[in-house]
Structure formats: C-alpha cells, structure tokens
Antibody, heavy 117, light 110 residues
C-alpha cells in the first residue's frame, strides 16, 4: 500500500525548533518529488516547500524562506522539514505529499505543530 | 504569490449540479494547464480529485469534472450526493517548482 506517515509535531515555545519527518512506503521513493503543505487552524492549505527526487534541488515559499529547510534521505525513504525560529503563526497541521507531474497524488495524515508559550 | 480566489461556500440539493470557481492570474491558472482540485473532509488529509485541469485519478467518480477558461478554473460536481459535502481546494503550478492554493470552498449538500 502506498503510504505517507508524518511525525515530529508537538508543542513548542516561540523561537524554538522542530524537525518533522515523513516516512514513505509502497513506492519507489527516490523516483518522486515531495512537498510539504501546512494548514493553520480553520484556514486553507498553503504550499510550503518542494524537493526533487534526488534531493539535489529544493524550493520554499517566500513566507518560510530562511526558517524552513526541506531535505530527504532516500536510503531511509524519508523526507524532513526543519523548522527554526518558530512563531505563533506557524501553528498548523503539516502534511507531506507525493508529487506526480505537477500535482500531489498521495498525502499523509498530517502532524500538528503548536507554537505557544 | 497570492492565493487563488474561491467562493467561501457553495451548496446544492442531492442530484443537482454545483460549480466551484477558482480565479487566478495570467501567471498561474492562465499560464499553465496544471490546475488540481482537492477534497478535504473535516480532520482528514486532502484527496486529489482532478489534475491537469480536467483529468480524474482512478477511483474518482465521473460526477467530478474540471475545466478552465482564461485565468479561471472550475470544478463541477454533478448528481450531488451527501458524501460530496466537504471543503474543496484548487491548486495551480506557478513556475519554478512553486505552487499556490485557493482559499477553499465549503460545499454543503442541502
């Protein structure tokens, strides 16, 4: 079964850091680009970051540049999102998704990040 | 990159058709035939319903269809069913491996 499972979310104080993980199974992970999307409580989806299948190329949304870093380890079938200098407005559910051409066909169940003192 | 514009809500009775619009610009929706639509139920992950403007993934009912004209894409749900009640988000490629989502539309089946 093709599956993505996120982990690593939690409660963190403003200014803190977190590393989110996305574990993939059921497909050849290295053959697909991957993305992170976040959704603040009661709000819409926001594309956050993209990484190529090899991990050599990355892009981030302007809103998170300099604070979020996407990476992947194809040997472990895993993708990561390092989030630094967390702010209250980063409180959201973070989803990882598999890219296929120019769409996202498989999504994880999400991991919740709460930034609060 | 600004979010694509969707109506906050839409509704229809069972059996009817409803269309949700998604308006962007000549830099996103108008520039690429890479518009997707996602269905999201409360507390759940988004699910791909339409990709490349009008293509349906395997398993998505043919009651769901997509189209595009200029800078506006549309999702039409025909023969509405109670299970179609959900939030729907459009998404467009905007170049340089960047994407933008719409603000979402809550579809209510009356």
């Amino acid at each position: 079964e093709v599956q993505l499972v996120e982990s690593g979310g939690g409660l963190v104080k403003p200014g803190g850091s977190l590393r989110l993980s996305c574990a993939a199974s059921g497909f050849t992970f290295s053959s697909y680009y991957m993305i992170w999307v976040r959704q603040a409580p009661g709000k819409g989806l926001e594309w956050v970051s993209w990484i190529s299948g090899s991990g050599s190329y990355v892009y981030q949304a302007d809103s998170v540049k300099g604070r979020f870093t996407i990476s992947r380890d194809n040997a472990k079938n895993s993708m990561y999102l390092q989030i630094n200098s967390l702010r209250a407005e980063d409180t959201a559910v973070f989803y990882c998704a598999r890219g296929s051409y120019y769409t996202f066909d498989i999504w994880g169940q999400g991991t919740t990040v709460t930034v609060s003192s | 990159q600004s979010a694509l514009t969707q109506p906050p809500s839409a509704s229809g009775s069972p059996g009817q058709s409803v269309t949700i619009s998604c308006t962007g610009t000549s830099s996103d929706v108008g520039a690429y035939n890479y518009v997707s639509w996602y269905q999201q139920n409360p507390g759940k992950a988004p699910k791909l319903m339409i990709y490349e403007v009008n293509k349906r993934p395997s398993g998505v009912p043919d009651r769901f269809s997509g189209s595009k004209s200029g800078n506006t894409a549309s999702l039409t749900v025909s023969g509405l069913q109670a299970e179609d009640e959900a939030d729907y988000y459009c998404n467009s490629y905007v170049g340089n491996y960047n994407w933008v989502f719409g603000g979402g539309t809550k579809l209510t089946v009356l």
